[in-house]
């Protein structure tokens, strides 16, 4: 299957620092990205749509000025966490769409978790 | 706005015997698509089958089937011949289908069910 890689995997920063997490897709392109957020025990909750060469489309609740997002090609797409706080401590997993034909699969990141003292 | 919804937090099975995972969904779309994916202790998300909407027939992939349930609302997982392996959390996931709009691709996710296999 197709792979999608995530870096940093774990991250430590202090208060006020920002925060940048890269997801890119190794052996496809992918014009669809999507952002998770997802707290300890508890379900994926979709943060972001990043598109290539378009603005990211953010989920109501969701900070964009906070969670700023870029995708700059068919393969990389980046999460800057700004003026990180401890309440932003989480795993952040992203997912890339592969499009063979007529059916698209998701495939996802091995996720990043970011620990803000 | 689509929901999905897993009425249990966990279960178990013992190694080689059968489990069912429950999921029922709730939409207005006609086109959607639905999925249920494995968390494993290392947090990989690792798709384990799909199934289109508009497809009568179930989805089968080797020891892994579900029985979906149109007009219910219901997409239970079946995983047959338990394994140690199947060990994890599992979700089931929505997705609008292309008429869907911008909703299209994005996954709701359920709450998931924690799955424990005793040898």
């Known amino acids: 299957g197709a792979v999608v890689s995530q870096h940093p995997s774990r991250v430590i920063c202090k208060s006020g620092t920002s925060v940048k997490i890269e997801c890119r897709s190794l052996d496809f392109q992918a014009t669809t990205m999507f952002w998770y957020r997802q707290f300890p025990k508890q379900s994926l909750m979709l943060m972001a749509t990043s598109n290539e060469g378009s603005k990211a489309t953010y989920e109501q609740g969701v900070e964009k000025d906070k969670f700023l997002i870029n995708h700059a090609s068919l393969t990389l797409s980046t999460l800057t966490v700004t003026s990180a706080h401890p309440e932003d401590s989480s795993f952040y997993i992203c997912?890339?769409?592969?499009?063979?034909?007529?059916?698209?699969?998701?495939?996802f990141g091995p996720g990043t978790r970011l620990l803000v003292l | 706005a689509q929901t999905v919804t897993q009425s249990q937090p966990e279960m178990s099975v013992q190694e080689a015997e059968t489990v069912t995972l429950s999921c029922t969904y709730d939409t207005s779309e006609s086109d959607y698509y639905l999925f249920w994916y494995k968390q494993p202790p290392s947090r990989q998300m690792i798709l384990v089958i799909r199934q289109e909407a508009y497809k009568q027939q179930n989805a089968t992939e080797n020891r892994f089937s579900v029985n979906f349930q149109k007009a219910a609302k219901s997409f239970s997982l079946k995983i047959s011949d338990s394994q140690l392996g199947d060990a994890a959390m599992y979700f089931c996931a929505y997705s609008a289908g292309r008429a869907g709009g911008t909703s299209y691709g994005k996954l709701t996710f359920g709450q998931g069910t924690i799955l424990t296999v005793h040898p």
């Open positions: 997912s890339a769409t592969e499009s063979r034909g007529y059916q698209e699969t998701q495939y």
